[in-house]
């Protein structure tokens, strides 16, 4: 199965980069505050990241704060229509489907969790 992270970023102001495994990238978005039950998250899409962030945690080049790893596992289900994607995540933290819905920033994600995030 993919895989995906959440990393807590500091830089240039505190939030959260969900990123999916997608071929040889990281289809990323950026939360406003870390997932939460029920709760409707502001997200905002990045452009893909490099694989290295699957497993990285330290300071980010070019003087761009630093990352440090909030959830991680796998991932499936994704599905993509217009303004509309949806996917399954398994990690320790955030178990549950995602739906992200928007074609504008900011986006809406909004995820349904089993047990506390």
């Known amino acids: 199965m993919p895989r995906f992270v959440i990393l807590e970023h500091d830089h240039p102001f505190l ?3 969900l990123m999916l495994e997608m071929g040889n990238a990281l289809r990323t978005w950026r939360l406003a ?3 939460a039950l029920e709760a409707a998250v502001a997200a905002e899409p990045l452009g893909d990241h490099r694989m290295l962030y699957l497993n990285y945690e330290g300071p980010v080049s070019r003087g761009r704060g630093h990352v440090r790893r909030w959830d991680s596992g796998s991932y499936d289900g994704f599905f993509a ?6 996917f399954r995540l398994e990690g320790a933290r955030v178990r549950g489907h995602v739906r992200i819905v928007g074609t504008t920033a900011p986006l809406e994600l909004t995820l349904t969790v089993r047990g506390t995030p």
Request: hydrophobic share 25%.
């Open 15 to 17: 939030h959260w980069d």
């Open 33 to 35: 505050a870390p997932p």
């Open 81 to 86: 229509s217009e303004g509309q994607v949806e």
